[in-house]
């Protein structure tokens, strides 16, 4: 629930000219191709979006076209629409339908129909304006209008801002499965302001605290140990602390986008937890849990995989579990281990039919595996059915 507090705070800082006290601006370089680009990290930032996207604009007629969805342009469209004009950028507003059920190619067209309208051309500018759907089909429709135009990304849920809007991956779903079109198309800037996040559902902020912890085991044991520390702080949707923890997670991406863009190794690292999660999510029709909070119950999985195939240390495994639970709750498991199984079995990313796990070697380093026995496999998907159901 969102408190009446939190808009108020969120209010506040969002009010032009007004800094959220102790906050300071981050700025992250994503070094990728065919150039590098800042991800700008600040509470209160979206009144300065127009700033930044003035600056990025490819000729003084550039228009601008933002893709969102209603809950976002309704919270917080005025502030960036403010930004834009007092900034004198033109632009407009391509309103999708909300949610995953319509990130579709169908979507996308009508929205390129609609900038063909409104005069769009070769020096326009996509804004994502949204979570990881609004994001994903805005970087998509940039990538491919008029064979590629500029791209800005101003993520609005957490998820999206410690994960989706970095590294350039873009798609829709089909109805064979989700994100099987696609495309790579790099933003010229992020602009992530943590402010917004005051508005967003419970379950969406901590289904995507599952992905800051996935950060910190990943590659970052002090984001890890600030997230074990400060949970009452995280919770609280305290400002400086999430700005904090944001920065640590696109750190953790933009390096490893930098060192694999073609996601040949290293960025499947970035998988962790979503093995099982996929399988989780798939074998409940999309229904029962969130992304984020099928990789909660995911590394706990890795982790008790890890734990029984001694790759992982017992206190990592220990913390990670422990870590997963305190952010819970999490929607109990209810599908069968088999079930599950079966799944692996059949995941896209299946290699000669044995799926890939990435299993923790500690607080901050994993190693991808496909050499684990189905028993490990079935005996931790049993003890994490389990431990979900107490
Ligand atoms: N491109 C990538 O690298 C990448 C990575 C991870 C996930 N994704 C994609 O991201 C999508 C999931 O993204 P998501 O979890 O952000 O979901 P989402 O985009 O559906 O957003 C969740 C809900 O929150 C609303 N919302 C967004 N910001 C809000 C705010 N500030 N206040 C109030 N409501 C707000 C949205 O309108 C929506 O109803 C999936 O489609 C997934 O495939 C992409
Ligand atoms: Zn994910």
């Known amino acids: 629930m969102v408190t009446r507090a939190l808009r108020a705070r969120a209010a506040a800082i969002a009010a032009p000219g007004v800094r959220y006290h102790g906050s300071h601006v981050k700025r992250i370089l994503v070094r990728t191709k065919p150039r590098s680009y800042p991800v700008h990290i600040e509470c209160g930032l979206l009144a300065r979006a127009g700033e930044i996207v003035r600056g990025l604009l490819p000729n003084q007629r550039s228009q601008c076209f933002v893709v969102t969805a209603e809950p976002v342009r309704r919270n917080w469209g005025a502030v960036l629409a403010q930004s834009l004009e007092?900034?004198?950028?033109?632009?407009?507003?391509?309103?999708?339908?909300?949610?995953?059920?319509?990130?579709?190619?169908?979507?996308?067209?009508?929205?390129?129909?609609?900038?063909?309208?409104?005069?769009?051309?070769?020096?326009?500018?996509?804004?994502?304006?949204?979570?990881?759907?609004?994001?994903?089909?805005?970087?998509?429709?940039?990538?491919?209008?008029?064979?590629?135009?500029?791209?800005?990304?101003?993520?609005?849920?957490?998820?999206?801002?410690?994960d989706a809007a970095i590294g350039g991956k873009t798609g829709v779903n089909l109805k064979a499965g989700k994100n099987l079109l696609g495309t790579l198309h790099q933003p010229l800037a992020v602009i992530t302001d943590p402010a917004v996040l005051a508005t967003l559902p419970e379950r969406e902020f901590r289904a995507g605290l599952f992905e800051a912890i996935k950060c910190g085991v990943v590659r970052s044991p002090k984001l890890f140990a600030f997230l074990e520390a400060n949970?009452?702080?995280?919770?609280?949707?305290?400002?400086?602390?999430?700005?904090?923890?944001?920065?640590?997670?696109?750190?953790?991406?933009?390096?490893?986008?930098?060192?694999?863009?073609?996601?040949?190794?290293?960025?499947?690292?970035?998988?962790?937890?979503?093995?099982?999660?996929?399988?989780?999510?798939?074998?409940?029709?999309?229904?029962?849990?969130?992304?984020?909070?099928?990789?909660?119950?995911?590394?706990?999985?890795?982790?008790?995989?890890?734990?029984?195939?001694?790759?992982?240390?017992?206190?990592?495994?220990?913390?990670?579990?422990?870590?997963?639970?305190?952010?819970?709750?999490?929607?109990?498991?209810?599908?069968?281990?088999?079930?599950?199984?079966?799944?692996?079995?059949?995941?896209?990313?299946t290699r000669n039919g044995l799926p890939h796990f990435v299993l923790p070697r500690g607080i901050g380093r994993v190693e991808v595996t496909s050499a684990v026995s189905e028993e490990a496999i079935l005996q931790a998907l049993e003890r994490m059915r389990s431990l979900s159901r107490h």
């Open 86 to 162: 007092r900034s004198r950028v033109a632009h407009h507003w391509l309103e999708t339908a909300d949610g995953e059920s319509h990130k579709t190619l169908a979507a996308v067209e009508r929205m390129a129909a609609r900038m063909v309208e409104l005069g769009a051309d070769r020096g326009s500018v996509v804004i994502g304006f949204g979570g990881g759907v609004a994001g994903d089909m805005a970087g998509l429709l940039a990538s491919l209008y008029m064979r590629g135009v500029a791209l800005v990304q101003a993520p609005t849920t957490l998820l999206a801002q410690v």
């Open 231 to 349: 949970r009452e702080l995280v919770l609280a949707r305290d400002m400086k602390a999430l700005a904090w923890v944001i920065a640590e997670c696109a750190k953790v991406k933009a390096d490893i986008v930098a060192k694999d863009v073609a996601e040949a190794g290293l960025r499947r690292t970035l998988n962790l937890g979503h093995t099982v999660g996929h399988a989780l999510e798939a074998e409940t029709r999309y229904k029962q849990f969130l992304h984020g909070e099928a990789v909660g119950w995911g590394m706990v999985a890795a982790a008790m995989i890890g734990a029984g195939t001694g790759k992982t240390p017992p206190d990592a495994a220990r913390r990670i579990i422990s870590a997963v639970l305190a952010y819970s709750p999490l929607p109990p498991v209810d599908a069968r281990p088999a079930a599950l199984l079966a799944r692996l079995r059949s995941d896209k990313k």
